[in-house]
C-alpha cells in the first residue's frame, strides 16, 4: 500500500459482483503507474468463484482493497460513496466493473488536474475487439453519427483534453476532485440511474470545468443479445426525461427520438383513414431509411467490414427504445 503522500489516483469500482469484474482489476493491476494507485471494490460478490479471484488479487496487492457494502435504497449511488470517502487520494476516479483500462490509464486520468480549475474528467468507452457480433453493432451504433451528440463519448477523437457539458460525462469512466465530492455531498441514492450525470450538471452549475480525455480510455463491453441492448437504451430515454424533471438544461436534440416514434403513432393512426397520411408515412419511413443508409455506410467504410451493414436493422431498434422510453417515463413516471 503506498503512503498516502505517494498515492496518485484512488479507483472506486461500484461492483454487482460480476464475473468480469476480474478482468478489470487484472487489467488495473497491469497498467503502468499501478504501485501509485489505490482500488476499492465496492460490493458483495456472490459468485464464489469471482469472491475467491479478488481475494487473491487483494492478498497479492495491497492497495486493493474489498468494501464489503450493500444498500437497499440507491445502491450505485451509496457503493460510489462508500469508495470515495474510504479513498485516500485527492483524486477519485470511478470505473463499472466490466471495463478494461488502457494500459497507461491511470497516468493519462491524472494529467488534466494539472490546471487547478479542472474538476472533472471523462474518457471514451470503446468497444472491444474480440466481442461477438450483435455486441458490437451495438457499440458502433453507439458511436455513430445516429447517436448525435453523446458519440463522442465512444470514440477517440483526439489526444488533447477539451472542455465538454455535463452530459457529456460518461459514468463508467470517470475522475473527481475530492474536494468536489465534499462539495457535491457524493451521488444522490434518490437518483438512479443516471447518478453520475445530476452530479456532473451541478458541478458544472457550481462554476467548475469539466474535460474530456480521449487518451484516458477503456474498452466497456457492451450488451451482449438484443433484449439486454433494447432495455440498456430504454433506460437512457428514460433518464434523460427523468433529468429535465429534475431541473438540468434541456437539450432539444436528446428528444428527437421521442419526436420521431410519436410521428410513426400519430401518422400510423390517421393513415388508416386518410391519404394525406399514409404518403406522410411512408415519406416519413423513407427519409428516415435514407439517413439511417447513409450513416451506416460511412461506419462501414471506416470499419471496412461488411458485416457492419447490420447497422440498417440496429440503429432503428436504438431510436424506438430510447423514444419509447422516453414517453413512457414521460407518461408514467
Request: neutral net charge.
Amino acid at each position: 500500500m503506498p503512503p498516502p503522500n505517494q498515492l496518485q489516483l484512488s479507483v472506486v469500482i461500484a461492483t454487482l459482483g460480476r464475473p468480469i469484474l476480474v478482468q478489470t482489476l487484472q487489467s488495473l493491476v497491469r497498467c503502468v503507474g499501478f504501485e501509485e494507485i489505490e482500488v476499492l471494490v465496492c460490493g458483495h460478490l456472490h459468485d464464489p468463484d469471482t469472491h475467491a479471484a479478488v481475494t487473491q488479487l487483494t492478498s497479492l496487492h495491497p492497495n486493493i482493497r474489498h468494501l464489503e457494502v450493500s444498500f437497499p435504497v440507491g445502491d450505485s449511488s451509496e457503493k460510489k460513496n462508500a469508495g470515495w470517502r474510504a479513498a485516500r487520494s485527492d483524486l477519485v476516479a470511478f470505473l463499472d466493473d466490466d471495463v478494461v483500462v488502457a494500459p497507461d490509464w491511470p497516468l493519462r486520468m491524472r494529467e488534466p488536474f494539472a490546471e487547478a480549475k479542472t474538476a472533472v474528467v471523462s474518457g471514451p468507452s470503446l468497444v472491444p475487439p474480440e466481442v461477438g457480433l450483435f455486441a458490437r453493432l451495438a457499440g458502433l451504433a453507439l458511436s455513430s453519427p445516429a447517436a448525435g451528440y453523446v458519440a463522442a463519448r465512444y470514440r477517440v477523437a483526439g489526444s488533447a483534453p477539451v472542455a465538454i457539458g455535463w452530459s457529456k460525462i460518461i459514468g463508467c469512466n470517470m475522475c473527481y476532485r475530492r474536494e468536489v465530492l465534499e462539495e457535491l455531498g457524493g451521488f444522490d441514492p434518490a437518483f438512479w440511474p443516471g447518478e453520475e450525470m445530476i452530479a456532473a450538471f451541478r458541478v458544472q452549475q457550481g462554476g467548475n470545468r469539466l474535460l474530456f480525455h480521449a487518451a484516458a480510455w477503456v474498452y466497456h463491453y457492451p450488451r451482449q443479445s438484443f433484449s439486454r441492448f433494447w432495455r440498456q437504451i430504454h433506460g437512457y430515454g428514460a433518464t434523460r426525461v427523468r433529468l429535465c424533471r429534475s431541473g438540468v438544461e434541456i437539450e432539444p436534440t436528446t428528444f428527437v427520438p421521442a419526436l420521431w416514434v410519436l410521428s410513426l403513432i400519430a401518422l400510423g393512426g390517421a393513415a388508416l383513414f386518410a391519404t394525406w397520411a399514409r404518403r406522410l408515412l411512408v415519406l416519413d419511413l423513407a427519409l428516415y431509411a435514407t439517413v439511417v443508409a447513409a450513416i451506416t455506410l460511412i461506419m462501414v467504410r471506416e470499419s471496412r467490414r461488411m458485416c457492419d451493414l447490420l447497422l440498417l436493422l440496429v440503429i432503428p431498434v436504438m431510436h424506438l427504445s430510447y423514444g419509447l422510453g422516453s414517453w413512457i417515463e414521460f407518461l408514467w413516471p
